[in-house]
């Protein structure tokens, strides 16, 4: 099921393109959203937000047009901001009771949805206590409750695991993949970190400079940007070129004996150990590796 | 609220809401309750609570004291006026805006919740109008408050009943006409800065130093010249505006003679100084939070 489609959108600031003839189409499930910083991820999202309007192209999201229904379309999506967004001086759960009337949620409701989200998010006695007072990731928990309170059909989600430590880093994954699977909530998830997203995400849309370079589901991204590192002590030369008769795409390392091979088929990581027992030189290093998003950007000229 | 008891929380799992979503109209509604409650640090920790109503204690207790000399002594009518009270009180109705109106805009400023209320239903110009007409109508409680208080004197010591409900009633209007026009004025001032202090600075200094200056300006120009020039110099200070008007409008006694509207033309001058600073305060103010929230 598709929840957002864009066809050729496109926003210019003056002299400025943040997002460049863009067509995509996002699934359900979470999808992630991946692009350096200023590649055009936030300026997509308020577009399809409604927010601001595009300077030409099209977008509709659950079916409402960007254009013209943004009143309608922040009704049913949250949105989650990377940036510091929330009062000091109140606690939790007045600010959600806030926040879901702000959404349209009649008083009552409010209320009740807010204290079931900070349960689901994590909050429990220190919801009464005064935000200010909490540490990073309960104020992340927070923001992301503020997006859930009013039970969305999407929420975006902008950089989550900013700032947080690899525990934190962890526990956010683990609600976002919660959000999709048990509640039944698209996400839409952005990071500059291509590892992270692969972890939760179902599809994986890669922008950059406001231009479109991949949109695949997570399966076949892990399988492209797969590569092994293999280090031997001697005969790296005929290492390689028995690798490259078994069709396998070889390029060596800066170092002496070091080169990378590049993951086609997954039987590669046992054939290497064959080759090097059959030669019986020494194995140093045989390590699969995650292409890091840069290289991502340099080799994916095509999208699928 | 909830009460702590024994019972036990059974995780129900994600529940979905399928009633009725409200929209815009609401959601402006909850923000203007919401900057109100706020006004007078409603849901908000006891030191937020302090300062406003140590203010509203400080500005209704004259009014409880004229209220006892009156009954007590038998005195036929009240020393000061419905619409004269807050006028003669202005210092305080300053120092309550000047702390309000930076922690309605200038907080939300320095948490940086725009964008979390520009991802809501509702539209940037909706925020706006909420935090001026919640604020003000902040302000004009703060200001109804003694006011009732002589009323309710007034009836006890058994003045004519229809004479001062109507009174009254001129009261509340132009306490609400006050209201606007001076929240609106520092809810500008306020919006242009992060920093709470800053604002309470330049909203007090606003209001309170304009008094002084126009009161000096007017009693210079007078003695210069005689007839009424001077008096339209009035429109320069928001309370000697309001009070002007009041004689104008409601042909009662200023509390300062020489805000005395001259004829139709003062009248219609001040009428016209009101409408225009407070529709120029709201353009500034769509204009500022125009590019808030980094749309």
């Known amino acids: 099921m598709t929840t957002i489609t864009t066809t050729a959108l496109t926003r210019t600031f003056g002299p400025v393109t943040a997002v460049s003839n863009l067509t995509v189409e996002l699934p359900s499930g979470v999808v992630g959203l991946v692009g350096a910083n200023g590649a055009g991820k936030s300026t997509l999202i308020k577009m399809l937000l409604g927010l601001i309007p595009p300077t030409s192209g099209t977008a509709t999201i659950l079916g409402f047009d960007c254009l013209t229904d943004g009143l309608k379309i922040r009704e049913v999506v949250g949105y989650m901001p990377e940036s510091e967004c929330l009062p000091l001086d109140v606690s939790a759960t007045e600010f959600l009771v806030h926040m879901a009337r702000m959404s349209g949620l009649p008083a009552s409701a409010g209320r009740e949805r807010a204290a079931d989200t900070l349960r689901h998010v994590g909050l429990y006695e220190e919801r009464y206590r005064p935000i200010g007072g909490y540490s990073t990731g309960m104020k992340q928990r927070v923001k992301l409750a503020q997006a859930l309170v009013h039970d969305p059909k999407l929420v975006f989600l902008d950089e989550p695991t900013n700032g947080l430590d690899p525990a934190g880093r962890d526990d956010m994954l683990g609600l976002i993949s919660k959000i999709s699977s048990d509640f039944g909530i698209s996400v839409v998830v952005t990071s500059h970190l291509l590892g992270e997203l692969e972890r939760i995400a179902d599809h994986v849309v890669v922008i950059d400079g406001g231009v479109l370079q991949r949109s695949t589901s997570t399966a076949d991204a892990t399988q492209l940007s797969g590569s092994l590192l293999v280090e031997v002590t001697d005969e790296a030369d005929v290492v390689m070129s028995r690798l490259r008769d078994l069709g396998a795409s070889v390029a060596a390392g800066r170092a002496p004996g070091s080169f990378a091979v590049e993951l086609t088929d997954e039987t590669l990581p046992a054939a290497v150990v064959a080759i090097v027992a059959e030669l019986g030189v020494g194995l140093v290093r045989l390590q699969r590796r995650r292409h890091h998003l840069s290289e991502i950007f340099e080799t994916s000229g095509v999208t699928s | ?295």
């Open chain 2, 1 to 295: 609220m909830t009460t702590p008891n024994d019972s036990v929380i059974h995780d129900i799992g994600f529940r979905h809401y399928d009633g009725p979503r409200l929209g815009r109209g609401w959601a402006f509604r909850s923000l203007l309750l919401e900057t109100l409650r706020g006004a007078f640090g409603l849901g908000r920790p006891a030191k937020v609570k302090i300062m406003p109503w140590v203010l509203i204690g400080l500005f209704t207790v004259p009014a409880i004291v004229i209220v006892a000399v009156v009954i007590l002594t038998g005195g036929q009518e009240l020393p000061l006026t419905y619409t004269q009270y807050p006028i003669a009180m202005s210092l305080l109705v300053s120092l309550f805006l000047a702390g309000r109106a930076p922690y309605a805009v200038s907080r939300d400023l320095r948490d940086g919740i725009m964008p979390l209320y520009l991802s809501r239903p509702i539209k940037r110009q909706d925020y706006v109008y909420a935090k001026l007409f919640g604020l003000a109508i902040a302000v004009w409680i703060f200001i109804a408050t003694p006011v009732t208080v002589l009323l309710i004197g007034a009836l006890l010591a058994k003045f004519p009943v229809r004479d001062q409900l109507l009174g009254w009633v001129g009261g509340m209007l132009m306490a609400a006409v006050l209201a606007l026009l001076i929240t609106s004025i520092a809810l500008t001032l306020a919006s242009f800065t992060k920093r709470r202090g800053l604002g309470v600075a330049a909203v007090l200094a606003t209001l309170v130093l304009l008094s002084g200056f126009v009161s000096v300006l007017i009693s210079v120009v007078t003695m210069q010249r005689s007839g009424a020039t001077g008096t339209y110099f009035a429109v320069l200070d928001p309370y000697l505006l309001v009070d002007g008007l009041s004689a104008a409008w409601l042909g009662v006694d200023p509390q300062n003679d020489f805000a005395q509207p001259d004829g139709a033309l003062g009248t219609l001058v001040f009428t016209a100084a009101l409408v225009v600073i407070v529709a120029g305060m709201v353009a500034i103010l769509l204009r500022r939070f125009r590019k808030v929230g980094g749309v």
